[in-house]
């Protein structure tokens, strides 16, 4: 779809005043997505809400679908995406979980929706506040994981996902991951591009033969059994492996065609390193995490310790090499994991047993602990990250574990 004119707020760029929600919403608007669908659950439904507030404002021209349940918004924008339309959708929580039907499909279709997961707790029981557990239910269906830490890395990534996502190579749709209220309604300034910066960066969307048209009359979703299934799924799994060197390519070039990026001081699309170049231990997160984080580095580099930082940005496809290659230089890792997976490895988080694996071949492995802070959206605090800290000194300075994975700041 192609609008007969841009609003004047999309002529040139501008700085808005706007939460990460809403960031997304315009960057919707810039990528000129054609159909967005939403059912209202928070805290993603900030997104909607500014949605239609752009469309009534005569600022976006979109095909805006309110429908009855999560199930059906994420059925309109797959069959939608199979026509040959961009789309975007989203949810949260358990809202995520009630469509997974189609969110399933989504990916074993190999349509590239991109959706905003607003990151929160699961009921029952249940909090508005930020758990990464619902977004994580998809990370080994075929859907590319984002986590964003700000504002406008929400912006930049959105549209960093329509690249990626509506590239033939890939064709698989991918999740833009954002802390409950943290990210979702806190407001932050935010350097918006021009329409026109936009079009230059994001090609129109194209299915080639395989959209779905009368003229074209392919088969979508079919019952294969055990005569193609396999295939099917190694060509899933070879598209995300494609997905590596498209990332790349696509965060060098949205670097180039917009200066103001959140990206501009980080030469890698699929981690952020922060004071790891000398540091002893390294603490590992996602999200807003780095925030608190990053406060209580600099504090703690200030005594004299040497501790740094490692955020995960894409979960999927993990960035195995990168992540070895930065924290083999440290003798120990502080996982801290805003998730749970009962019963799994060390009862330990799903980052944290992620990243265990991808470190195992290395000769020399640092110390790996775990730390489950911050469910339910209850506050990481700078006093919190200096506790994890110094239980991984501990195991530093003795070469033992004493307990591989501790929950911070649980009354007993």
Avoid at 24 to 45: F, H, N, Q, S
Avoid at 166 to 173: A, G, I, M, R, T
Avoid at 247 to 263: D, Q, T, W
Avoid at 381 to 401: C, L, P, R, S, Y
């Amino acid at each position: 779809m192609t609008t007969t004119a841009q609003p004047a707020l999309f002529q040139s760029g501008t700085e808005e005043l706007i939460s990460g929600s809403e960031a997304i919403a315009i960057a919707c608007a810039l990528a000129d997505v054609d159909v967005i669908t939403a059912y209202p659950i928070r805290p993603y439904d900030t997104v909607m809400q500014y949605v239609a507030k752009l469309k009534a404002d005569g600022a976006f021209d979109c095909d805006f679908i309110v429908a009855e349940s999560e199930h059906s918004q994420f059925e309109i924008v797959k069959h939608a995406s199979a026509v040959g339309a961009r789309t975007f959708c989203g949810s949260s929580g358990v809202g995520w979980f009630y469509a997974f039907e189609a969110i399933t499909v989504t990916a074993g279709l190999r349509m590239p929706v991109v959706a905003m997961v607003g990151n929160r707790a699961l009921d029952d029981p249940g909090a508005f506040g930020v758990e990464h557990n619902d977004a994580m239910a998809v990370r080994d269906l075929g859907w590319m994981l984002y986590w964003v830490a700000t504002a406008q890395e929400a912006l930049d990534a959105a549209l960093l996902a329509y690249r990626v996502a509506e590239d033939p190579s890939v064709f698989l749709p991918m999740a833009l991951s954002c802390d409950g209220s943290f990210l979702t309604h806190s407001q932050a300034i935010v350097n918006v591009p021009a329409a026109q910066q936009v079009q230059q960066y994001l090609p129109p969307y194209d299915r080639g033969r395989l959209q779905l048209h009368p003229d074209n009359p392919i088969t979508v979703a079919p019952q294969v059994n055990e005569d193609w299934l396999m295939e099917i799924r190694r060509q899933a799994d070879e598209a995300m492996r494609r997905s590596v060197g498209v990332i790349k390519e696509a965060y060098a070039e949205l670097n180039e065609v917009f200066p103001s990026s959140s990206f501009q001081d980080q030469p890698s699309p699929f981690i952020e390193e922060y004071e790891t170049e000398d540091a002893d231990i390294v603490i590992v997160g996602m999200g807003t995490l780095a925030l608190p984080v990053r406060v209580a580095i600099r504090r703690l580099r200030e005594q004299g310790r040497k501790i740094g930082f490692l955020r995960v940005k894409f979960f999927r496809p993990f960035a195995t090499e990168e992540i070895r290659e930065a924290l083999s230089r440290c003798k120990a890792v502080c996982v801290v994991d805003r998730d749970y997976s009962f019963g799994s490895p060390s009862y330990g988080g799903v980052l944290f047993n992620d990243l265990r694996s991808a470190l195992y071949p290395l000769e020399s492995r640092p110390h790996i602990l775990n730390f489950i802070a911050g469910l339910g959206g209850r506050e990481v605090h700078v006093n919190d990250v200096n506790e994890m800290v110094d239980i991984t000194q501990k195991a530093v300075d003795t070469g033992k574990i004493d307990q591989e994975t501790t929950w911070i700041g649980v009354r007993e």
